[in-house]
């Protein structure tokens, strides 16, 4: 439920008829019909189940930061990258950066979801405190849902210890 608008799903018709009678006792109701778009994300049913998504979001924002005819990369970064706190700059606006990557989320409802978790960590990368840098990303079935990448906030004396404080904080993140 959101607001004034609410949605009834199930895979029980009868129930879900008993639950719109029930809910028009106390409320006025409208029936607006099979369920298209439910604030940003649009939905789409088929017999594998139902499918949120946000395509008409993505391009709106694509088109609003002049990105339409960007190439799409699965890392946005190369490998193996060693930054230093000297180069690059600030963004001086994060607005457009954390609208873009707000379109990394993914939702997916029906059928069996599987959630998939990653950590990583580098030894002592960040040349200017030799501090290791965590990383870990849960998915959901493709979609990522909780990630992070993180100066650990001491110096691992190991690979075998900056990897062990890696799994740590994925860990606490996934509870």
Same mark, same amino acid.
């Given at each position: 439920m959101y607001v004034d608008n609410l949605i009834i799903t199930g895979d029980d018709d009868g129930e879900i008829e008993r639950t719109r009678e029930? !809910?028009?006792v106390r409320f006025q109701m409208k029936e607006l019909g099979e369920l298209k778009h439910?604030?940003?994300? &649009?939905i789409d049913r088929s017999n594998k189940g139902i499918f949120l998504y946000q395509q008409k979001?993505?391009?709106d924002l694509l088109k609003k930061? =002049? !990105?339409l005819k960007c190439k799409p990369i699965a890392t946005p970064i190369e490998a193996n990258a060693r930054l230093c706190? &000297?180069? =690059?700059k600030d963004l001086e606006d994060t607005t457009m950066y954390r609208q873009i990557v707000d379109l990394g989320l993914l939702y997916k409802k029906g059928g069996a979801c599987k959630?998939?978790?990653y950590c990583d960590a580098d030894d002592g990368g960040d040349h200017d405190t030799r501090r290791s840098t965590t990383g870990y990303v849960f998915n959901l079935d493709s979609g990522a849902i909780s990630w992070c990448s993180k100066r650990q906030p001491t110096v691992s004396l190991s690979t075998t210890e900056a990897e062990y404080r890696a799994i740590a904080m994925a860990a606490q993140a996934s509870t």
């Open positions: 029930n !809910m028009s439910f604030l940003r994300p &649009e979001y993505a391009k930061y =002049g !990105m706190s &000297e180069e =690059g959630i998939v978790g």
